[in-house]
């Protein structure tokens, strides 16, 4: 069916896809992994006929059912012939127009039908998409859909027109678990019953084991190895591949440090030294013979969801219900469950970015509510918060260095520029990069390295607690890794505390000392040490996370 042979794309004579060959039959899967950069999407966007305008093919074929689709000029195979899911369902999606709108253009556009009879169509693909009451789902715009809806919404435009391919870009990328779950076998169910081929792209191996039969590796626009699941996750022959399945935290051992892409590639063999359940057990018990840092006592907050016409609030939603935990000196605390549980209410109502209708917020003994300007300014400074999205959290029009060393001028740290300067290079230098990034913008630097930044910025108010909001949720496994070893180390060198949201509970389990769940009506589901909880789980929402973790 798709037939790719020695395909290669540069730019500005780099080449960004070198030789790159594979093909697939009819009903297949195949699983395309890799890093950022890799290529995989890239090679998605050449079958699509999508290559940017400034990329340059300079050899090779695509080819669906003996067409060349690199020369093909019709609009008959994109979209009829081959659907794609991209990446981020919210920048894909039209803001301005409803999901059913958007849906049923596509299938006036791709089949000669009524505008009832699409209207129809895209009612029984929605209920086929398992949303939640398809009619209501239809009148709705994107931004008020969870992150999972507008995936399947995403994967209902693109099986719209029954395509023989579809291609699915990174679209578990940054869910939860349990949606991350549905989606799959969603697409799984979709496969089956119409029989098309898929190309499913992930950075994630241990995804990729769940839906595929055959896999390809690719590294820097190469294919490195490519073979069935079995003999890649049993006998694989790349070093490459061996350090992606080795990145992943594991569920059954507890790494001191885990291993990166950089460690396997290295001539020496990296050294796994684990941390015994003994010394565990005496670190908490150093930890937890302390008083608390910080209480949390009934904490709830709340938002406005209509009011009437005099502007009264009329109907308000509950994000975060009494909730109460401790958080001590020294302590990584996981906070996990589903998209709009209220973890990150949680985190910006700590952060006084929100505020909380009742509870309070008690920073070494005081509640933050009865403090003074002077107190309130020192909590302040002394909690601080690193966001889900470090290019959002970034000014694109300021340097890195600027952005680092203005909220030290904020808070008057250093005696002057000079100093302070002196102090983001050595913060740049900590957090793995070097002084000549002081320089740069946030878009000359990648994913992982623009969330170091962020990490730097946090870091230079020097803060007594640090609130991670899904910090490494849309990165790459080796990139994850090298994230979780730095804010490790940053935790001994500089005292820190933390609280770490996150959706991934696998992550969670091998960075944190404790375990906070929430449930989607903003409780504390369950509370207590991480590898206990996820060896013995108390209630069924505990179970369903710990079961909906790729194995």
Not at 168 to 178: H, I, K, M, Q, S
Not at 361 to 389: A, H, L, R, T
Not at 446 to 456: D, K, L, T, V
Request: include cysteine; charged fraction near 25%; aromatic fraction near 6%.
């Amino acid at each position: 069916m798709l037939k790719i042979t020695d395909l290669t794309v540069s730019f500005s004579n780099v080449k960004a896809l070198n030789n790159v060959s594979f093909s697939l039959k009819k009903g297949e899967v195949l699983g395309v992994v890799g890093e950022s950069g890799s290529g995989k999407s890239l090679c998605s966007l050449a079958i699509m006929n999508l290559l940017p305008r400034t990329s340059k093919v300079e050899k090779g074929s695509v080819r669906f059912n003996e067409t060349n689709l690199l020369t093909n000029r019709e609009q008959q195979i994109r979209g009829k012939k081959i659907g794609m899911v991209f990446q981020e369902p919210m920048t894909s999606l039209n803001p301005v127009f409803t999901c059913g709108e958007q849906l049923v253009e596509t299938i006036l556009k791709n089949k000669e039908v009524s505008k009832k009879a699409a209207k129809k169509h895209c009612l029984l693909l929605f209920e086929k998409v398992k949303l939640p009451d398809p009619a209501t789902v239809y009148n709705k715009y994107p931004h008020e859909l969870s992150g999972g809806q507008k995936q399947r919404v995403m994967i209902a435009i693109a099986v719209s027109c029954e395509p023989q391919l579809l291609i699915a870009d990174e679209p578990t990328t940054a869910l939860d678990v349990t949606v991350q779950k549905e989606v799959l076998n969603l697409l799984m169910e979709l496969q089956k019953e119409t029989g098309m081929a898929m190309i499913f792209i992930t950075h994630d191996l241990g995804l990729i084991s769940n839906i595929a039969k055959r896999v390809m590796v690719m590294k820097k626009g190469s294919v490195v190895e490519e073979g069935s699941i079995e003999s890649i996750f049993k006998n694989p022959q790349n070093s490459y591949t061996k350090a992606l399945l080795a990145c992943r935290p594991p569920l059954n051992k507890r790494y001191r440090k885990l291993p990166t892409i950089e460690d396997y590639l290295s001539s020496e063999k990296p050294q796994e030294e684990l941390i015994s359940d003994e010394k565990r057990k005496k670190l908490h018990d150093e930890l937890y013979s302390q008083p608390p840092i910080m209480e949390v006592d009934n904490l709830v907050v709340s938002y406005v969801s209509e009011r009437n016409w005099l502007g009264n609030i009329k109907r308000k939603h509950v994000a975060v219900d009494s909730v109460n935990f401790t958080l001590h000196k020294g302590e990584s605390l996981g906070l996990i469950g589903e998209s709009g549980c209220g973890k990150t209410t949680i985190g910006r109502a700590l952060v006084n970015l929100l505020k909380s209708e009742k509870g309070t917020i008690s920073y070494k003994g005081k509640n933050f509510y009865d403090q003074n300007e002077k107190e309130q300014q020192d909590y302040k400074k002394d909690v601080q918060i690193i966001f889900q999205d470090p290019f959002a959290s970034l000014n694109p029009r300021k340097t890195i260095g600027r952005a680092i060393q203005e909220p030290m001028e904020v808070y008057k740290i250093g005696q002057d520029d000079s100093e302070r300067k002196k102090r983001v290079f050595q913060l740049l230098t900590k957090v793995g990069l070097n002084s000549n990034d002081y320089y740069k913008y946030p878009h000359e630097f990648s994913g992982g390295q623009r969330q170091r930044i962020s990490i730097a910025r946090t870091l230079a108010v020097e803060p007594k607690i640090i609130i991670c909001d899904e910090s490494v949720s849309a990165l790459d496994v080796s990139i994850q890794a090298q994230v979780l070893n730095l804010l490790n180390e940053l935790k001994i060198s500089f005292g820190l505390t933390y609280l770490f949201i996150s959706h991934d509970l696998s992550v969670v389990k091998h960075f944190c000392d404790r375990m906070l769940v929430m449930n989607k009506k903003g409780k504390i589901e369950e509370e207590g040490e991480a590898d206990f909880i996820y060896a013995n789980p108390k209630t069924h929402y505990t179970k369903s996370l710990i079961e909906a973790i790729p194995k």
